[in-house]
């Protein structure tokens, strides 16, 4: 997908880009943290039809509901296709004894039979995490398997 | 007393803006008809805070310039001109012609001629960048041509005011030629460190709290101001120059402290311009003042639409590029000024240029809103037209 990145000297950076479906859409970047959501008008590709203005925090939202929400969908999706398997978040707490310590560490397969298949860090997503990842405080651990396996997981992360 | 009249006309100042936010439009005619209310044979004479309100508009102009200055990176600066440099100098000629010729006209000799070229050229950048976030424009596809214009006739003004200053010092030939030299030196020596060694002024800058930082940042405008206007290069551009010395992250802190400051001195400024004029030179000058004005909005309007047009813009963004570029504001005021504190020129120049602003800078703004529902309902009918046409195709394969 081309985005388009066009200067606005003085105020930012203006990206926009085609959808599928024949729309343009893009947004303002404001040097002030500002952000302006735009469509621009079907007839007129000159024109902007709407110009939503968002503060920074409610940009992160927004982008936060737009990508954000499609790995929960994913993970719904799998717990669906297969009957019995569960999905679980596990934060890394503060005093965990893992933090600091590699996902090899835990040994969590071997001992709980459920398995660790991405790592939430800052708002990124790591995944399949190998046997040498090191945990952080604040890490969000996802992890698969059956109700006692990932429940035996958020103990072993807390507890060790 | 002084408090007392101070306290006045700044509360008064907040009530004048606020109401003219309330109807959405810039707050700096009423500042100005609020100075010509207080002035010379003005409804209520300030005397006690006339003396600050003249130093705090100079304060202003300087606060204003430089503000203007961190809002350009040295590196948008060159690539714009590289661009656009063909439509900045048609702006430059048509827009500058006006004023040149009503000054020649009025028979008010070539200094004259040089302050009105510059009266009716610059357009406010302030305003316009005001109207296009409140029409939500910013994402419109001539909207980066506008915004390019205005940095060239930013760095123009940078160029322009040295000169015009010097001229208005009213110094022999070879004084001003030496002043000149050292103006365009030393306009040449802050973009050379702007582009080579910003870091070593952000690096001096760089504070750990905000009462350091704003502490730094207004003393050194102030004395660079201050040295540029020693040297004869006007205090203003020292100013705008410190301004795009600065960038990145400092620059955006330095923004936020010192624009509540900019605010009040700017509106102080405004003011301080209206104090100068007598309102009832207002009226002779009237008549001049709408005619230059008309042909103000007829050149500006070419130049949008030629700008427009060369970036391969339809003709509705080509004529709302013409109305941005309208507003004539601050700058306008900034060159006044300085020839009317100079004495250097025809009297009658304060209360022209004063009357051409406030007319300006209410049908500019007034004019961009205009062009919208025009081109919506052509948007519409358009929309009509592809629709029936469709119709009326679907009908005949049918039937």
Redesign the interface.
């Known amino acids: 997908m081309d985005v388009e990145r066009?200067?606005?000297?003085?105020?930012g950076l203006?990206y926009?880009f085609g959808t599928e479906r024949g729309r343009r859409m893009?947004v303002?970047t404001h040097?002030?943290g500002r952000r302006?959501l735009?469509v621009?008008?079907p007839?007129?590709?000159?024109?902007?039809s709407?110009?939503v203005?968002l503060s920074g925090e409610e940009a992160n939202v927004l982008a936060e509901l737009l990508g954000g929400a499609r790995i929960v969908e994913r993970l719904a999706e799998l717990e669906r296709q297969a009957d019995g398997l569960v999905s679980r978040q596990v934060r890394i707490h503060d005093g965990s004894p893992f933090d600091h310590r590699t996902l090899g560490d835990t040994q969590a397969r071997s001992r709980t039979g459920a398995s660790i298949v991405a790592v939430v860090r800052h708002g990124e997503v790591i995944a399949s995490p190998r046997p040498d990842f090191r945990f952080e405080t604040g890490d969000v651990v996802v992890v698969i398997g059956t109700e006692d396996g990932t429940n035996a997981v958020e103990s072993l992360l807390a507890n060790g | 007393m002084v408090l007392f009249e101070l306290g006045g006309v700044i509360l008064g100042l907040g009530v004048l803006s606020a109401v003219a936010g309330r109807f959405g439009i810039s707050p700096i005619p009423l500042y100005l008809l609020a100075g010509l209310g207080f002035g010379l044979g003005g409804v209520a004479p300030l005397d006690a805070a006339e003396g600050f309100i003249e130093v705090g508009g100079e304060i202003g102009v300087v606060l204003l310039l430089f503000v203007l200055g961190l809002?350009?990176t040295v590196g948008?600066l060159f690539?714009?001109m590289r661009k656009g440099a063909p439509v900045g100098v048609l702006d430059l000629v048509i827009n500058a012609a006006p004023g040149v010729g009503i000054a020649l006209l009025l028979g008010w000799g070539p200094v004259a001629a040089m302050v009105m070229g510059g009266v009716t050229y610059v357009t406010s950048?302030g305003v316009t960048?005001k109207v296009?976030g409140d029409l939500?424009?910013?994402?419109?596809?001539?909207?980066?041509t506008v915004?390019?214009i205005?940095?060239m006739e930013d760095l123009a003004m940078a160029l322009y005011l040295p000169i015009v200053t010097t001229l208005l010092a009213g110094l022999a030939l070879a004084q001003a030629s030496l002043g000149l030299a050292i103006a365009a030196a030393a306009v040449t020596v802050a973009l050379l460190i702007a582009a080579k060694f910003g870091g070593i002024v952000e690096a001096f800058l760089r504070s750990p709290s905000n009462e350091i930082l704003v502490l730094k940042v207004l003393g050194l405008v102030l004395l660079i101001a201050g040295l540029a206007e020693h040297v004869h290069v006007s205090a203003a551009v020292g100013a705008f120059l410190v301004g795009i010395t600065l960038s990145g992250e400092l620059a955006?802190s330095a923004r936020e402290l010192i624009a509540p400051l900019k605010d009040v001195f700017a509106a102080i400024f405004f003011v301080a311009f209206g104090l100068q004029t007598d309102p009832e030179t207002l009226p002779p000058v009237l008549g001049i003042a709408v005619a230059l004005a008309v042909v103000g909005i007829a050149t500006k309007m070419t130049t949008g639409w030629v700008a427009a047009r060369r970036a391969g813009?339809?003709s509705?963004?080509a004529l709302r590029a013409g109305t941005l570029l309208i507003p004539r504001g601050e700058f306008s005021i900034v060159i006044a000024g300085l020839a009317v504190t100079s004495k250097m020129v025809d009297p009658k120049l304060g209360p022209l240029v004063a009357a051409y602003v406030l007319v300006l800078i209410v049908l500019g703004p007034l004019l961009s809103r205009l062009v919208e529902p025009v081109?919506k309902g052509r948007?519409r009918r358009?929309?009509k037209a592809a629709a029936k046409q469709r119709q009326d195709s679907l009908a005949e394969s049918i039937g």
């Not at chain 2, 939500?136 to 980066?144: F, Y």
């Open positions: 066009t200067a606005l000297p003085g105020i203006r926009e893009g303002v040097r002030s302006e735009i621009y008008d007839d007129d590709p000159d024109s902007t709407e110009c203005v | 809002e350009y948008e690539g714009t950048s960048a296009l939500g424009w910013l994402g419109n596809r001539e909207t980066p915004l390019s205005l940095v955006h813009v339809g509705t963004g081109a948007r358009k929309r």
